[in-house]
């Protein structure tokens, strides 16, 4: 019976069944003719199956991937590439003579095409991107004034010894800092039928509040909301409300904001030094955006982002809590 199909529509492992069954028949004596009319092929690739099976064994019939192999007529050479590559992540697109502060999919074509000669489509840049290992990404602020070596000095050296002191005083460590609150959020994605797209109510009128919080290294969290900037009467009030339901003394993790180390706010942390200790951070080592004061305030969910790298340094954690003040 002669089988009229495509072969080459049929899914790989059916394409190399019949091969297999193709190069049996042939070995048990049946023709090429007769065994390329069962599977529905020409026989001259009967004679190539049957070759390849005698030189290679039968795993080659399980036949190849289609299509274009890895790095087969790609416009860009491996040099090239990694010559890019290399640009890309030394610096901004000013620094190399291009009119972009920061590196989009037009300014990188721009610099393939000026150091390759090869103008490429936005999709064609955005796959090279990919293949590089780059990703959009908001860029992360810095202080100008913030010193790295501070940094990494607090943390290998004077971190650990801060922790040290606390579990042999039975101390609980806590990361403190201030945020503005408002009614402007940036809410996240959602799943919705096409066309549907989700509705959230929400007052008409802005306002906003400031929060002050504290964070332990197993993730409890205690807050406090006020109104307007902070100020030395409100840091204080704060620190009062924390040592009141603490259970043990406490060392409190703050920046280098002015108003933490207000006259009236160490003096009162002095009378009170078997409840609470402040240990300030590395100034503006820290700091997150450029900022004329001393310290820049950061946001409560970077506290807690920096609290899981202090708490990887401690080894500690246990589930998440949160108690407000």
């Known amino acids: 019976m002669v089988i009229k ?17 193709a190069v ?41 991937r289609r299509g274009r192999r890895p790095g087969e007529q790609k416009a860009l050479s491996a040099a090239q590439e990694e010559g890019l590559r290399y640009l890309i992540a030394r610096g901004c697109p000013d620094q190399f003579g291009l009119s972009f502060a920061l590196w989009t999919r037009q300014a990188v074509r721009a610099l393939i095409a000026r150091e390759s000669g090869v103008w490429l489509t936005l999709p064609v840049v955005g796959r090279y991107l990919r293949a590089w290992g780059f990703t959009a990404q908001r860029p992360a602020r810095r202080a100008t004034e913030r010193r790295d070596e501070a940094v990494r000095a607090w943390l290998e050296s004077t971190y650990p010894a801060i922790a040290r002191k606390a579990k042999a ?35 008409g009128k802005r306002f906003s509040q400031s929060m002050i919080s504290s964070l332990t ?36 993790i703050v920046d280098n904001l002015p108003v933490h180390r207000a006259h009236r706010v160490t003096a009162w942390v002095q009378d009170h030094a078997d409840q609470i200790e402040l240990v300030y951070l590395p100034s503006p080592a820290c700091a997150g955006a450029g900022s004329t004061r001393p310290s820049t305030i950061r946001t409560n969910s970077s506290i807690m982002t920096s609290s899981r790298r202090w708490r ?13 003040v």
Not at 246 to 251: S, V
């Open 169 to 203: 005083q039975g101390c609980e460590i806590q990361w403190a800092d201030e945020t503005g609150l408002s009614s402007r959020a940036n809410y996240g994605r959602s799943f919705a039928p096409r066309g549907h797209t989700p509705v959230i109510r929400r007052p």
């Open 5 to 21: 199909r495509d072969f080459r529509t049929l899914a790989p492992a059916t394409q190399a069944e019949l091969r297999r069954i």
């Open 24 to 64: 049996a028949m042939v070995r048990a004596g049946k023709t090429r003719v007769e065994a390329a009319a069962t599977v529905g092929v020409n026989r001259r690739f009967v004679g190539q199956w049957v070759k390849v099976a005698a030189q290679c064994g039968e795993a080659v019939l399980a036949g190849r």
């Open 312 to 324: 990887a340094v401690a080894r500690r954690g246990t589930r998440r809590r949160s108690s407000p």
């Open 217 to 252: 290294n197993q993730g409890k969290l205690r807050f406090m909301i006020y109104e307007g900037a902070i100020k030395a009467p409100i840091f204080l009030n704060f620190l009062q409300r924390l040592i009141r339901e603490a259970a043990r003394k406490l060392f409190v």
